[in-house]
């Protein structure tokens, strides 16, 4: 990843979750990957798709806590009040993470059990245009 985009993808994703704590960083170990960081914690990874050509980014955040708190914990860490949960049609094992009106991304159960989830979003070249 280039320091451009590392620079792009830190913007959007303060943009996307209201928070100007988060830090994008290139990891040390894989230059094709970020850390993404909120204050001094490590909360996910951003990889790089460059399939079919077209360039976009995946990033993932595991969520460490049961159904009925996901919505608290992601506004208690993000400090945005505005993030807010919502169910999908046909689905029990995911649910859509949304700010205000706008789709963020998909959190989906890890076990069968739901006692931990991960936040899946795609972050698209054009995405990072305004950035």
């Known amino acids: 990843m280039e320091k451009t985009e590392l620079r792009k993808l830190q913007a959007f994703l303060r943009q996307t979750f209201g928070n100007d704590a988060i830090r994008v960083s290139l990891n040390p170990k894989n230059a094709e990957m970020a850390d993404v960081h909120l204050g001094e914690r490590r909360i996910g990874g951003i990889i790089v798709d460059d399939e079919d050509g077209d360039r976009s980014f995946a990033f993932d955040m595991k969520i460490p806590v049961e159904r009925p708190a ?29 700010c205000g009106e706008d789709h ?7 076990d069968p059990k739901a006692k931990s989830y ?8 054009f995405d990072l245009d305004d950035f």
């Open 104 to 110: 963020i991304g998909v959190i989906s159960a890890d």
């Open 118 to 125: 991960t936040l899946q979003m795609a972050i698209l070249d």
């Open 70 to 98: 996901l919505e608290s914990y992601l506004r208690l860490l993000f400090e945005n009040d505005k993030l807010k949960i919502v169910a999908r049609a046909k689905k029990v094992d995911s649910v859509e993470l949304n």
